[in-house]
């Protein structure tokens, strides 16, 4: 299976220290052994086609205002050549974990079932959306708010990048 986005935690200073290249070298860029490994010690999460419906099911449904709604999957400051990840720095993780935990996540899927359908539609995507496609972004959501925490805890910088 591919996966086609990735966060990957790294500590908060070295969103500081490390260059752009540097930083691009540490995450993924599609599913391999270096994905596997760091994701089975916690320091990965990737998903597979719903990275998009997570982000409107957080951002689309105006039941919270938040800002921090928009910083899970596509939040963060550009930080390579051609803008392919976007960096949270710790401050930010801990407001994206705020928000993820206390946001009822299959309630904003569920609010969110049409927009959902449409975009997978446009997209294209097989199959057409279902309880099947709605239980795995709420399951892929669930993943990242518990992945957030992780890196919160510890007070980590998060990188977000799409796969290439």
Do not use: K
């Amino acid at each position: 299976m591919t996966v086609d986005h990735f966060w990957r935690r790294l500590p908060g200073q070295a969103v500081d220290t490390c260059s752009p290249e540097e930083i691009g070298e540490l995450v993924p860029r599609s599913r391999d052994v270096r994905y596997d490994r760091l994701a089975a010690d916690g320091l990965a999460l990737g998903v597979r086609q719903t990275a998009v419906l997570m982000e409107l099911a957080l951002t689309e449904n105006g039941l919270h205002p938040d800002p921090a709604a928009r910083l899970p999957v596509y939040g963060g400051a550009h930080r390579a050549t051609g803008s392919d990840m976007l960096v949270l720095r710790p401050e930010q993780v801990a407001a994206a974990f705020t928000f993820l935990r206390d946001s009822a996540l299959g309630e904003l899927v569920r609010q969110q079932d049409t927009v959902l359908a449409r975009t997978v539609a446009q997209l294209d995507s097989e199959p057409p959306w279902s309880e099947s496609w709605a239980a795995r972004v709420v399951n892929d959501l669930r993943e990242l708010r518990d992945f957030f925490a992780g890196a919160a805890a510890a007070g980590d910088a998060v990188v977000v990048r799409e796969s290439e």
